[in-house]
């Protein structure tokens, strides 16, 4: 069974500019969730879809993050215009309904 | 403010000890309980799940929880140098919060030979 893919793995932008983030989850699983790693810290969610339904964004800085669920299968986390603190690793999960959660590679942002 | 914290590291044993890992949370209504595996530069890796009082073991791997006193530990026996990695605590709550997971800030654990 394929695992979560997410891309790009790096990407390097300037302050300002806009990035977005390309995840796949595990085939069948209705839930995605999106998390932000900064160095040295636990996962945070920033949203959590169920098939292509948004259940909880409250911690998504709504004002620059935006993400999108079509089709209720693959999904997008775009950043514009992105800071310096967007610095991290962002995380895509999958999970099939329950509570076990399973995470794509990551993509590294370095933010300029 | 639903918090999970975990004990300071970094934690440092010695090959073939016992490690011990812990956690406390902060939300009395939390129902599931993970520990994540996390080796530097690679994505969480999920390797304990935990829903009851009491203790399930997983080969070299036991979780405790302890729903009173809102505590949850991981210990790994035999401590091997590829269990070198940060291990994350990760609590799923209840009611409105149902399959969100709060992470705590991660324990990282060396194993020296």
């Known amino acids: 069974e394929a695992g979560v893919a997410q891309s790009p793995r790096y990407k390097i932008i300037e302050k300002r500019q806009s990035v977005a983030f390309w995840c796949n989850p595990i085939s069948g699983h209705a839930t995605l969730y999106w998390y932000q790693q900064i160095l040295g810290q636990g996962p945070k969610l920033l949203i959590q879809f169920q098939n292509n339904g948004v259940v909880d964004d409250s911690q998504l800085p709504k004002d620059r993050f935006s993400a999108e669920r079509l089709k209720g299968v693959d999904s997008t986390l775009k950043i514009q215009p992105a800071k310096l603190e967007d610095s991290a690793v962002y995380l895509c999960a999958s999970s099939l309904g329950g509570w076990e959660q399973f995470f794509g590679p990551g993509t590294r942002l370095t933010v300029l | 403010q639903k918090e999970v914290e975990q004990n300071s590291g970094p934690l440092s044993v010695p090959e073939g000890a016992i490690a011990s890992l812990n956690c406390t949370y902060s939300d009395r209504g939390s129902q599931s309980f993970f520990w994540y595996r996390q080796y530097s530069g690679k994505s969480p890796e999920l390797i304990m799940s935990i829903y009851s009082n009491g203790d399930k073991e997983d080969g070299r791997f036991t979780a405790q929880l302890n729903k009173a006193s809102q505590y949850v530990s991981l210990l790994i026996r035999d401590s091997q140098p590829s269990d070198s990695a940060t291990y994350l605590c990760?609590?799923?709550?209840?009611?409105?919060?149902?399959?969100?997971?709060?992470f705590g800030q991660g324990t990282i654990l060396t194993v020296h030979p």
């Open positions: 990760a609590v799923g709550g209840g009611g409105t919060s149902y399959g969100k997971l709060t």
